[in-house]
Structure formats: C-alpha cells, structure tokens
C-alpha cells in the first residue's frame, strides 16, 4: 500500500530466495508492534529506531540466520528503505534535513541525513577498530542494513563515530542518532517542497 493524500503509510513485502519480509510503517502514528525478525539485536535496534523516531513501525521476517544474519538485516534494510520511500510520497511540505548527536556511555555518534531522493552513504565507522559484535551483528552489518535503507528510501546519510569502540554501543548509538535525524526530517512544516529544483 502506497501513500494516499490522507496518510503516510506504506506495507512492503519483499520476498527472495533467502528472506521473506514484511514491513509496514506510518509516519505520523507512534503505536509499533515489537519487531518480530527471528534475530534478538536487529529486533532490538528495530524497537529503538521505531521508539526514536516516533513512528508506527512493524517488521516481520524470516531468513537464513542459520547460515549467519547477513541477508536478513541487509534485507530489512532495503524493505524499510522500500517502505520509507512510498510513505514519503513526494515529499512536499517535509523539514528534508535532520541532524542528531547520540551518546552511549563511552560511545558518541552522530547522523546527518537528507530525504534527497539521491542516495548515498557516508560510513565512517568502517575505517575505525570496533570490536566484537552484538548477537551476532557487527557494524559492518550495520553498514549493509543503511546501505540497503539508502538506496531504497533516496536517502542521503552520513555516519560519524566520535567515540567507541564496543560494538554494541557503537550499533546502538548509530541507531538511535539515525532515529532522531529521521524523526526531524520527516516532519512536515509548510506546503512546499523543500528543493529550489521543485522534485525531490
């Protein structure tokens, strides 16, 4: 279901040899039904994100996660991105732009992004030595599940980690910033399209 002029709603399913996925998404509603992807950690960035963002969110999935949960977080990623896309329309009236700064503990993220409709990612955690992983999920799996929203949504999105090196609060952090970022780009505050090109 795509945008109608009432609502900023969409459910896509996306279904491949090696995952099958459901996400529906509401812009303006906060009520979420906890995630439901068969993986703990991606469940649990999942919730945060939705929480975050102040958005209805529902994710249901399955995948190979006996072969390890690569496809399935890249494939959630590029569902949501689906999802985010056909929920934004065409973008008339949104902020477009949203920065956030995240602290976890000893870790400091920061997001930029842009609701362009160009895609492209900036992901400087990728350069860092960030150690171990969170249930199974790394931050180079972080980088795949963006890369896919991204691409998918016509976002772009620069990551900056300031600080951290565990894992789990660098995943955690980078999630919870994007949140906060998207929470203030998608807000709609005029009747305009924020482009001096009148498209996004």
């Known amino acids: 279901m795509a945008r109608t002029a009432t609502t900023r709603t969409a459910t896509v399913r996306r279904t491949t040899s090696e995952t099958d996925i459901t996400v529906t998404l509401d812009l303006d509603e906060t009520a979420s039904t906890p995630p439901a992807t068969g993986h703990g950690f991606l469940d649990h ?3 945060a994100l939705a929480r975050h963002a102040r958005i209805g969110l529902s994710v249901r999935a399955a995948g190979d996660l006996h072969i390890e ?7 959630v990623g590029i569902t949501l991105g689906q999802a985010l896309g056909q929920a934004l329309g065409d973008r008339r009236g949104i902020e477009r732009y949203g920065s956030a700064f995240v602290p976890m503990d000893e870790t400091l993220a920061h997001v930029v992004l842009d609701l362009s409709g160009r895609a ?3 992901f400087e ?4 030595d960030v150690w171990g992983d969170a249930g199974g999920m790394t931050h180079y799996h972080l980088r795949e599940f963006l890369r896919g929203l991204c691409n ?3 976002v772009t999105l620069h990551v900056r980690l300031l600080a951290g090196r565990e894992a789990h609060h660098v995943i955690e952090a980078v999630m919870k910033a994007l949140a906060r970022a998207l929470r203030d780009a998608v807000r709609v ?4 399209l924020a482009s001096t090109k009148g498209v996004l």
Do not use: K
């Open 45 to 47: 960035m999942l919730d």
């Open 69 to 75: 949960p690569h496809h399935l977080i890249e494939d």
């Open 120 to 122: 492209h990612l900036a």
């Open 125 to 128: 955690p990728e350069r860092l």
């Open 152 to 154: 998918h949504a016509g």
């Open 189 to 192: 505050t005029s009747d305009e």
